[in-house]
């Protein structure tokens, strides 16, 4: 078995073996050390300097027929096109660049894209946000850390409200396998503005069940009834109806509760209702369901609705089944579940006015 040898010792073996060219029992014989450690240390210098000389060595092969002019425009392109079309494909980008695929093919464009970080991903459903929402977010994140605690999530707001709807289709089954929309671009620029999906309120088509929901911290969900057509009229009746109890039920020593800025909830008859009822709306900026815990809770609600058509195989079902299916899973939501989003509103806020674009959540 070779012993190591210290750096003095390598730097002598290193030298007798270049300059004087000794043999190894003489070289072992000088530093004193055996045969075979000299022998050994040698032969991990010669591997070394085979590495070296292999990964300094400049890769041959052919030349990439795109130009660097070309792929400047390719750049480009992905930004305009993203901001005028939205979605598009890689001979699009070819176009807006243009190539003609005479002279290059749709694949060589493509794993230059590849190269540079780009890939067809899925397109993550957040939705549309412009540059003055995203100031508006910002108003609003700087102005709620100045006015309120940490802790005001939990035990400062009494309850969430919002409507929810669920797209009903006859054979559930294959909608919930169908794939998503995917576009160009890297990893890291799923939330950044232009890489995001439309909503699911947006384009859903077919007949819709809809719920006004209310959670609360601590509490299981509070209230989900369903309606078929919102209106300021039928908001204010149902303020007055319900928010007197649900504030009772909240147990909470307030009168906030939140909701975002849906018109036929802050129209003056919602608003007169609210007076009557001695409750403090907090309201958060137009397209901005991050800001809205309750939201969280539908997307989970919706994966979950998923996964039962996926795990039982519905081919069919009926309307009055799905609104009945979707009722009960709304109500037995999970505690720990609700309390963990509301929980995780702490770290939302200083995150808006730090990176200045849409959040994970």
Known sequence: MTTRCSPEELALIRFYKNESDLSVRKIAQKVKKSPSTVYHTLMRMQDDQSCQSLTSRKRKGRPMKISEKQRRRVIRGIDHLRRTEGNFTARRL??????????????????????????????????????KDMKLRTTFATKFKNCYEPEVWEKGIAFYLDGVNFAYKTNPLDQAR???????????????????????????????????????????????????????????????????????????????????????????LAQDAM?????????????????NPIENVFKSISEILRRQVIDKAISYESYEDFAA?????????????????????????????????????
Request: proline share 3%; aromatic share 8%.
């Open 325 to 361: 299916r979707v009722k009960s899973t709304i109500e037995s939501f999970s505690v720990d579940k609700i309390n963990k989003i509301i929980e995780s509103m702490k770290t939302r806020i200083p995150l808006i006015t730090k990176r200045k674009k849409r959040l994970k959540y």
């Open 275 to 291: 007076k009557r009822a001695n409750a403090n709306l907090l309201k958060i900026p137009p397209r901005s369901p991050d800001l």
């Open 94 to 131: 070819m176009q807006e660049a243009t190539i003609s695929e005479q002279e290059i093919s749709v694949r060589t464009v493509q794993r230059f894209l590849n190269k540079k970080g780009y890939y067809y991903l899925q397109a993550r459903k957040k939705g549309l946000i412009t540059s």
């Open 178 to 268: 169908a794939p998503t929309g995917r576009i160009y671009r890297k990893k890291s620029e799923g939330l950044d503005q232009f890489c995001t999906a439309k909503g699911k309120k947006v384009g859903t088509g077919g007949k819709l069940v809809k719920f006004i929901v209310e959670i609360s911290h601590d509490c299981v969900v509070i209230l989900c009834e369903q309606y078929e057509h919102m209106n300021g009229n039928l908001f204010a009746s149902f303020v007055d109806k319900h928010f007197r109890d649900l504030f009772e039920k909240c147990k909470k020593n307030t009168r906030l509760w939140k909701q975002d800025g849906d018109p036929s909830q802050n129209c003056r």
